[in-house]
């Protein structure tokens, strides 16, 4: 059911896996037998003591189907898995490349828009991140918790969350992230993979025709139903997306696994969701109508779907920038029923204030990132949203 990518066959795994192990080693640090590991010159280096190691699959969800070139075929998923190691990483350039896998031209006609240049692009996928593919899962605990991560609609690619996913990892928790082929950015697969823009592009235009007419409502709440009336199309999407993570979920209950595999170390009474922009959407979604799921974090975007007339007292995290005035006065009506809500608004902020945009500062100017992540330090955001979501997952998963 699951389909591992050609260049990446199983034999190869296990091969740069035992390399690594005889090269590096394991060194206890005296704290839980957590290893300590040096950081890429990209990215800051995660705060837990974990090292961190990569797997990534294609997934076809048989509980949907698609229409491609006017043939129906079973929705596919790309599904990339962070979590933690034992393993010493003494030189960062054995670390995996930044964007590694994906079409460069394909992001670079996603933010040309922004002022980015392709040479932008092809200088990001030259820098290295903090994990490193295949490494051994750590052994120090039996079990870990898992976090769901879904990246934003259409501009969402996983990589570009790093200085994220990678914080939670090295502090004992599996990141799953799941990209939907066709509406996000995804890695170049032995079948398509590129984003059929006009087809995704039609809910932004529900969107901007929905806030054209907006002007005559008269109340917080009369705008905020308003809203979820006439931006059907991304409730419907939000609705798909749902299904293909309770599908990935039991999938991954329900195969059988290698007893050291990484799917075998995944706490599954223990899951959390968290996403960007419309991914942020899905994960308190997720976790108000599943049980398996039991807290969440909603990074930067209105809430679609039903919790507006819905009473719960599981954990939510709401998040926000500056980004869009009238969604926040939305979500303040939507969340009201959310009896332990955890609310916090990062002032000065725009909504790429959630992704690693403000490491690419020597290479992309200053004036573009600015423009897209807004005047606050930037760095100062993500440790603020780190530590939010760190502790936030602590209280309630651990």
């Not at 591992?4 to 037998?33: C, E, H, P, Y």
């Not at 769901?148 to 502090?171: H, K, R």
């Not at 000065?348 to 959630?354: G, I, L, Q, R, V």
């Not at 490491?359 to 200053?366: C, P």
Request: aromatic content about 12%; charged content about 20%; hydrophobic content about 35%.
């Amino acid at each position: 059911m699951i389909d591992k990518r050609n260049r990446k066959q199983m034999k190869n795994w296990i091969n740069r896996s035992l390399l690594f192990i005889v090269v590096f080693g394991f060194i206890a640090t005296g704290v839980d037998g957590q290893i300590q590991f040096k950081e890429s010159a990209f990215l800051p280096a995660p705060t837990g003591l974990y090292s961190i190691g990569t797997t990534e699959f294609f997934l076809k969800d048989s509980s949907q189907l698609n229409y491609v070139s006017n043939k129906e075929e079973y929705k596919r998923l790309h599904v990339k898995i962070w979590y933690p190691s034992d393993s010493l990483i003494e030189d960062s350039s054995v670390c995996n490349n930044y964007l590694e896998g994906y079409d460069l031209k394909e992001i670079y006609k996603t933010f040309k828009s922004k002022g980015t240049s392709f040479n932008d692009i092809q200088e990001l996928a030259k820098q290295k991140t903090n994990s490193i593919e295949g490494l051994p899962v750590s052994a120090t605990k039996s079990k870990y918790p898992m976090l769901i991560f879904t990246p934003a609609y259409m501009f969402g690619c996983n990589d570009i969350y790093s200085s994220i996913i990678e914080n939670l990892a090295s502090n004992g928790y599996i990141i799953c992230s799941v990209t939907h082929v066709f509406e996000q950015i995804c890695i170049i697969d032995t079948e398509s993979t590129h984003l059929q823009r006009a087809k995704v592009s039609r809910p932004y235009f529900q969107y901007w025709l929905a806030q054209k007419l907006a002007s005559n409502k008269k109340s917080t709440e009369e705008l905020t139903q308003y809203f979820l009336e006439r931006m059907s199309r991304f409730d419907e999407i939000l609705g798909k997306w749902q299904q293909s993570t309770l599908y990935l979920l039991s999938v991954l209950k329900n195969e059988t696994y290698n007893n050291n595999s990484i799917i075998n170390k995944i706490d599954f009474e223990n899951i959390g969701a968290f996403g960007h922009s419309f991914g942020g959407a899905l994960s308190n979604q997720l976790c108000l109508s599943n049980p398996s799921i039991k807290a969440s974090v909603n990074m930067d975007c209105f809430q679609f779907g039903d919790m507006i007339n819905t009473e719960s007292s599981k954990p939510i995290m709401l998040i926000e920038s500056d980004y869009i005035k009238e969604w926040q006065m939305a979500n303040s009506v939507i969340y009201r029923n959310m009896n332990q809500l955890s609310y916090h608004k990062i002032a000065k902020t725009k909504h790429f204030a959630f992704t690693d945009l403000v490491f690419f500062d020597k290479i992309i100017t200053k004036e573009i990132i600015e423009n897209m992540i807004g005047e606050m330090d930037g760095r100062n955001a993500i440790e603020e949203t780190n530590g939010l979501i760190l502790d936030f997952f602590n209280k309630n998963l651990f």
